[in-house]
């Protein structure tokens, strides 16, 4: 591949062997892409909502259609999908419609980006939705993962939003990633944003926590993914990062990819978490196992959406790749932060 951006990842990373853990074949309903999840420890289970993007070959349709679908484990590596899709989008249009008070909910387009945080024994879902007025981030909650209530709605544009697992100093907190066209310079170059909320209901005193520009190895936009892990050395997160260049051409189905996505770790303070601790100045993972590089819908692509500490020390990070498949690789948490001690 030409990259004008050469870029290397953490040594210490382990892919698991059993890469992908889940993918289009695993899943007993019409599935083409299986990716980008969230993962969360949920009533004694490790639990996964996927991405399924499906109908892509039908050429008739704008894009191709959209459910989440939900997997269960005990182990965190060996996956049971459901026999139905979990949300699909008629069940996300009556979910939505309680949020539209003038609006025919049938304009949501597409539900999707989830991310899971379980707060007090609750799960709550983070999405994104399109509609033809904009892209809207939104946070639902359910006890057994079959109904949901959703809370909030942002206005457009904003999608990326994970939740932190606790109240601090007696807010909710998440982290969102805002799409600002005016006053940019770039095309894409959008940072990470942090909101905060008494109720899970009314979101503000937003700030800026991490512009593209602290981010050396990306040259466009920047995202939250993993929902923050609790350290004794602040909150643990990973995001992902682009890096764009003219000379990449086909790189999966489509005619051309010219992006590139890659997994960066930053630390942020335990009691305010709009400040940045600590964020590696290289990235933490680069497309680099066959199933990253080649094969894929979009290859080149590593996205991730759950990041699970075990008692252990393990930490299991969680990631689509290529917008394909759903995989998975460990570190132990005094690696993570030991890498953000040395290229922070
Ligand atoms: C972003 C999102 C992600 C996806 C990425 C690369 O805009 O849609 O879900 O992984 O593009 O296609």
Redesign the pocket.
Known sequence: MSDKMALSEAGFIMRYAGNPILSREDIPYEADLV??AGIAKFNGKYIMVF?NDYHMKDEALPMPSTNLGLAVSDDGLNWVPDAEPMVTLERARELGGSLYSNRDAREISRF??PRLTVIDGRCYLCFAVDTPHGVRGGIAVTDDLKEFEILTLTVPDNRNMVLFPEKIGGYYYRLERPFPIYGRSEPEAFDVWISRSPDMVHWGASDLVLGVEDVPFSDRKIGPGAPPVKTEKGWLTAFHAVDYDEDRGKKGWEKAWK?R?TIGLMLLDLEDPSRVLKVAKTPLMIPRADYEVSGGF?ND?L?PGGLILEDSGEVKLYY?AA?TVECLATATLNELLTFLDNEG
């Open positions: 990716f980008n991405r999707y980006d992006k996505y979009r692509v996205f689509g917008d």
